[in-house]
């Protein structure tokens, strides 16, 4: 009964360097969302995916990039890590758009 | 301006002390408002969803109610282990809003 899988849970980078977040569904939704928590912020989008095939942009895209790469499976890059984008992300599913989204436990992502 | 503010912060309960969590919204088109727990370390929780004006859902010690303008998360009697954030989220057409929550914590 794992539900929503990320990997790594801890990553630390250096300024520049590039990282990719895994995300891993077992629950056949279809919209998976990748989110950044900040103290202060509350979560915020960074892309989501509506359906397998389909990417579009949350509140704070930029620096960021996303692959669909199956129905399952929603992984975030990172091309050209920077201090700012130090953070604890998080992934969630739902079936559609609208219904209740379902989180993993967050990477906790520091770039010094 | 879509927005969701919650209230209070932080609330610290003695064990058995009800009380009531508070989300207020400003969007345009609500589809739905749902609230989470989130202990710490971990992610979100769902807990409940509300989907219209009068609508209540019950679990365990937890009650959602939702008006036009606000959702309010009731906690009778709570214990210790209730202690974690709550988060609500708003839906409206093309995306979810969250508010940045409220810490609970419950002393024995």
């Known amino acids: 009964n794992a539900g929503v899988t990320q990997t790594p849970k801890f990553q630390v980078l250096k300024t520049g360097q590039s990282m990719t977040l895994q995300c891993a569904q077992d629950?056949?939704?279809?919209?998976m969302y990748w989110y950044r928590q900040d103290p202060g912020m509350g979560l915020r989008l960074i892309y989501y995916s509506a359906s397998e095939g389909t990417t579009d942009k949350g509140e704070v895209p930029n620096g960021y990039n996303v692959s669909r790469l199956n129905k399952r499976e929603f992984s975030l890059r990172l091309e050209s890590a920077a201090p700012s984008q130090t953070s604890v992300y998080f992934c969630?599913?739902?079936?559609?758009?609208?219904?209740?989204?379902?989180f993993g436990d967050g990477t906790r992502l520091s770039i010094l | 301006e879509d927005q969701v503010t919650q209230s209070p912060e932080a609330l610290r309960l003695q064990e058995g002390e009800s009380s009531s969590l508070n989300c207020s919204y400003t969007v345009s088109g609500l589809r739905g408002l749902f609230w989470y727990r989130q202990d710490p370390g971990k992610g979100p929780e769902f807990l409940f969803t509300?989907?219209?004006a009068g609508e209540e859902k019950e679990k365990e010690r937890l009650k959602a109610t939702l008006t036009k303008k606000e959702s309010f998360l009731h906690i009778t009697a709570p214990k210790p282990e209730d202690s974690a954030t709550y988060l609500c989220a708003v839906q409206a057409p093309g995306k979810l809003i969250f508010g940045q929550g409220t810490t609970l914590q419950v002393k024995p």
């Open positions: 969630a599913s739902s079936e559609t758009l609208d219904q209740p989204q379902h």
């Open positions: 629950m056949n939704h279809n919209s």
């Open positions: 509300l989907y219209s």
